[in-house]
């Protein structure tokens, strides 16, 4: 007999008005597959998972979670307790865990007591049942697993009114509370939006060891790369299969694009880029990335921007960036009674990209104000050069800065961004979580690590990951909460 299928979807059609929005989708899932859904924006994606869930049943055809299995979605929008706080929140996934302890408790304490031969047997057989299921649930840790998936999502404080809490805040109580609830099916949509790299690190390594079926959607590519064995792509409603990660997956895709595009079109041209930077090893990234700003001066001329090649984003250059840039001299910065930032030193080259990472709230955006001259450092100053033109995407400039560019954005259009930063004649300090994105363009990392430390590391993601496991050694691995020091008057 073969594999038994967890849920299985026949003749899948979805409408909005008249637009089919998925079309005729046949597919099955096993048992602990992982699977990561791509597609463009609009393409369906939030669509199917509403549909597995059992939440949208507007839909011809069959979609069907087999008989004595359990599902759980984690939306963009998801809806908490407002009744409870944080921790009552994320206690109410283990609750049935809980009962099983307490009763295990009771047990216990009623067999201190004085009892018949026939209560004492009934008793020691329930207790044995009962340490059966702990044991089955790995329930003697629930408390140590609580703390660690609480730490690991940087929830906020246990005691916070979740009616209060930002959307992204929202998410991560959510996706802790799913992870703890552990069901068979776990639908995840966009479940790394919101997490900074630590947390989507430590969620990676979870998944990869979580028993049951995860049907992902998202953009993070190192994600799909590490904890896919499936990609699921939805392309103009159909639902197309690929066994593998994002690598293996690009590879198939861009042949199907020549067979299907008899001309190189800049789709086919940014995926060959994509895959020839796949392609490479560590160190030979990392010396491309440095060597954009041995080649500022290339970049910059007027043949470079005037080439033919085309790109699906482009981004207008300003004018030839002189020596001086961006540079920080022992910056200080508080907010309210806590140190964001303390003796940050770090000088931005001409042609530089620095990808500024570190939880939500540390002080990145209050770097970015102070850069542009809205906030002025407690201590220390920010120089910025004579020829610098700060700016946005869609005019001319040579300084740019990106807040979270690489959020709610598909894959082809990260890809694009991607092509248009390297390919800009000018800096860029792009705050962004996507470690795949930072791989490719970083050529400095700037890291807010907590305790009010900022450091400065001159590569990729990968440069500073591989650095600070050297600096922090197991510590580094270790999911935890942010802390601040105190700001003394």
Known sequence: MGQQYIYAISGLTKKFGQREVLKDIWLSFYPGAKIGVLGRNGSGKSTLLRIMAGLDKDFDGEARLTEGFSVGLVSQEPQLNPDKDVFGNVEEAVARTRAILHRYDEINARLGEPLKPDEMEKLLNEQARVQDQIELLNAWELDRQVEIAMDAMQLPPSDADVRTLSGGERRRVALCKMLLQRPDLLLLD???NH?????????????GEYPGTVVAVTHDRYFLDNVAGWILELDRGRGIPWEGNYSSWLEQKRE???REEKSASARQKTLARELEWIRMAPRARQAKNKARIAAYEKLSSEAYQDRQEEFEIQIPPGKHLGELVVEAKHVSKGYGDRLLMEDLDFRLPAGGIVGVIGPNGVGKTTLF????GQEQPDAGEIRVGPTVEL???DRGCNLLLLDEPTNDLDVDTLRALEEAILNFAGCVVVISHDRWFLDRIATHILAFEGDSQVHWCEGNFQVYEDERSRRLGIEADQPHRIRYKKLTH
Do not use: F
């Open 190 to 192: 966009e479940p790394t």
């Open 195 to 207: 997490l900074d790299a630590e947390s989507v690190a430590w969620l990676e390594r979870h998944l």
């Open 256 to 258: 199907r694009l020549q």
């Open 369 to 372: 104000r102070m850069i542009v």
């Open 391 to 393: 700016g946005y995407v």
